[in-house]
């Protein structure tokens, strides 16, 4: 099951709006396995799609270029990570713990990885950051155990403590 805000807002408004601010809970779309976010929005908002358990997919237009802390957060079956090119920050626990979550697209817009945006994705098995990247926050990539390759430009200046971590013990 899909669901469209645009055509949804649409239907009840009569025409398409200006802005649609997201701010769900898993408990309020429990069943929706992808979202598609309509191609004139610019912003998600905090904790918009946080804990959706069911979300297994999202298409983010070019059209977003900020994506607000915990957007994401605990969508546990979220494979993808697909950051549209503009989005300068990727903020606080935007992407963590999603368990599922097995590839991620940094695309060179972005400057900053804040403080646990990629924690405990424990599905997740190579990093790409690219080389706009000056600084990785403390625990961005804390607790992902399948990471093997890191892959780290030219362009870092500063990686925050413990922003990655060992492999659990056998």
């Not at 239907?11 to 809970?25: M, Q, R, T, Y």
């Not at 904790?47 to 358990?53: H, K």
């Not at 079956?77 to 300068?88: F, H």
């Amino acid at each position: 099951r899909s669901i469209n805000a645009a055509a949804k807002a649409k239907e009840v408004l009569g025409n398409d709006p200006e802005k649609i601010i997201a701010k769900c809970s898993g408990n309020i779309i429990k069943n929706v396995r992808c979202v598609n976010i309509p191609n004139y929005i610019e912003t998600i908002g905090e904790y918009a799609f946080y804990s959706c358990t069911s979300l297994k997919s999202i298409v983010i237009p070019i059209s977003v270029t900020k994506i607000g802390d915990s957007a994401f957060y605990s969508c546990e079956y979220l494979t993808k990570a697909s950051i549209p090119d503009g989005v300068t920050v990727i903020k606080p626990h935007t992407y963590a713990d999603c368990g599922d979550l097995a590839e991620i697209t940094i695309p060179q817009s972005v400057v900053f990885i804040d403080d646990y945006a990629f924690a405990n994705d424990h599905a997740l098995t190579e990093i790409v950051i690219p080389s706009s990247v000056g600084i990785i926050g403390s625990h961005a990539f804390y607790n992902n155990w399948s990471v093997s390759t890191v892959t780290f430009n030219e362009g870092l200046k500063k990686i925050g403590s413990y922003a990655s971590s060992p492999q659990p013990n056998d």
